[in-house]
């Protein structure tokens, strides 16, 4: 059964940061490129961060480049997300995913406040 748990979400005042988890399970996690995805109300879901399976290379979304991390730990099959800066419009869902080929995986996300 496959499984991906968000973690690490909450209220967070502007400039701060937080760091964000998703722990797999059900399938060969250093095989996929695992990304976060974030989805604020009203809006449509957007690629926020990726990191490829074969060489760890990562790809980000312009609004968030130079204070967002992602990284992965294939031995824990877990991935994050380290968010530093974090502005009001940083609030929203993230959502982490796992892709290979045809199987396409998500987490049921982590909300994230940023708010004074």
């Given amino acids: 059964q496959v499984q ?3 973690s690490g979400g909450g209220l967070v005042q502007p400039g701060g940061s937080l ?4 722990a797999t399970s059900g399938f060969t996690f250093s095989r996929y ?13 957007e690629l926020v961060a ?3 399976s074969t060489d760890g290379s990562t790809n980000y979304a312009d ?3 130079g204070r967002f991390t992602i990284s992965r ?3 824990k099959n877990t991935v994050y997300l380290q968010m530093n800066s974090l502005k009001p419009e940083d609030t929203a ?6 892709r290979l080929s045809w199987s396409d995986y998500w987490g049921e996300g982590t909300q994230v406040i940023v708010s004074s």
């Fill in 4 to 6: 991906l748990v968000e």
């Fill in 73 to 75: 730990d294939n031995a």
């Fill in 63 to 65: 609004s968030v480049k």
């Fill in 93 to 98: 869902v993230y959502y982490c995913r796992a």
């Fill in 50 to 52: 990726s990191t490829t």
């Fill in 19 to 22: 760091r964000l988890s998703c």
């Fill in 33 to 45: 490129t695992m990304s976060w995805y974030r989805q604020a109300p009203g809006k449509e879901r």
